[in-house]
């Protein structure tokens, strides 16, 4: 069976990596976490994945094993307050994978620059896979706060390539 700790640890580990889909079976508990991806979603310090825990036939001791804070653990009033007055960021995020091209063609202005207000009808950038050209549009309307990709790149499903501050 799996401690928090543990369990934190592999959905922290999960959360930060391109895999989509984790299931792990220890012989008393099978762990499955799901990330649940869109292609804009709002930035967050934690990762969106679900975890459950279930136990094996025999094992009904496992079956309230869930991912929790650690014992203790309470938020500070401060750290509630700086997220509320904090304005909360939305990626956009690669709907394939492909090459993360910034411009229509090599040598012109790229779609889009830090600092630049978009809407969301907006292309902001290109993905190519297998020689089909993909517009990506902003699908919000905001400001470019940061580019994530670099022209060329090749990006990975659910990958950040754009950070908006939303309007």
């Known amino acids: 069976m799996f401690t928090k700790q543990e ?5 922290d580990l999960i959360g930060r990596s391109p895999i ?4 792990y079976s220890d012989g008393t508990a099978q762990l ?8 804009i979603s709002p930035k967050a310090d934690k990762p969106n994945t679900k975890a459950a825990v279930e136990p094996m036939a025999g094992h009904a001791e496992a079956a309230g094993a869930k991912p929790s804070e ?3 653990a309470q938020p ?13 960021l939305i990626e956009i995020v690669a709907p394939t994978v492909g090459t993360f091209y910034a411009s229509a063609e090599q040598g012109a202005a790229p779609y889009v620059q830090v600092g630049d207000k978009v809407t969301p009808e907006k292309v902001v ?9 993909t517009e990506i549009s902003a699908k919000v309307s905001g ?18 390539l754009f950070i908006i501050k939303p309007e």
């Not at 950038?125 to 050209?133: D, R």
């Open 7 to 11: 369990l934190q640890d592999i959905i």
């Open 20 to 23: 989509q889909k984790f299931k």
């Open 32 to 39: 499955l976490i799901v990330k649940d991806n869109a292609s």
């Open 70 to 72: 650690p014992d203790g």
């Open 76 to 88: 500070a009033m401060a750290e509630k307050s700086a997220e509320a007055d904090t304005p909360k």
């Open 125 to 133: 950038c290109v993905l190519e896979a297998m020689k089909l050209f």
């Open 143 to 160: 400001e470019i706060v940061e580019i994530a990709a670099e022209s060329g790149q090749f990006v990975e499903y659910g990958q950040p």
